[in-house]
Each structure stands twice: as structure tokens, then as C-alpha cells.
């Protein structure tokens, strides 16, 4: 899995971090990501992967996409 935020989209609810800080941070921008380490790289951990459905479902913006 791949997951993309689109910070267009992101109203800064900050439930993703809340949900899954492994993969979502809060930038010093003030907008929050996907943390560099995850970004176009393949997540292949199951635990992640549910976290990571969790908060793209919890999303109010609907800002987050998981490509399977
Ligand atoms: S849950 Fe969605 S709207 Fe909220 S901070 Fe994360 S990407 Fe932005």
C-alpha cells in the first residue's frame, strides 16, 4: 500500500496523527503529511496498514488516498 495526503483537501483536524503518528506528522509549516520515510514508498506492515485505513476513514476532508 501507498498513501497520499492531499494538503489542498486537509482542514489540519489533525485525526490522522492522532490515529497513526507512525506515518502522519504535523509539519513546522503548520500543515500536516505524510512523514518523509512513508512518502511513494511501499507499506507492506499489516499493523500500519490497518492504522493507516483507520485514519484515511476518520479523515473529515477525505484528504487521505491509499493506493493498494
Ligand atoms: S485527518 Fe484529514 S483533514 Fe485531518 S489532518 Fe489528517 S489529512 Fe488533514
Do not use: H, Q, W
Not at 500536516?32 to 476532508?61: M, S
Amino acid at each position: 500500500m501507498k498513501v497520499v495526503l492531499d494538503k489542498e483537501k486537509c482542514t489540519l483536524c489533525f485525526s490522522c496523527v492522532a490515529i497513526c503518528p507512525e506515518v502522519f506528522e504535523g509539519k513546522e509549516d503548520g500543515t500536516v503529511d505524510v512523514k518523509e520515510e512513508y512518502k511513494g514508498v511501499e507499506i507492506t506492515d499489516e499493523n500500519l496498514k490497518e492504522k493507516i485505513r483507520e485514519a484515511a476513514e476518520a479523515c473529515p476532508a477525505m484528504a487521505i488516498t491509499i493506493e493498494e
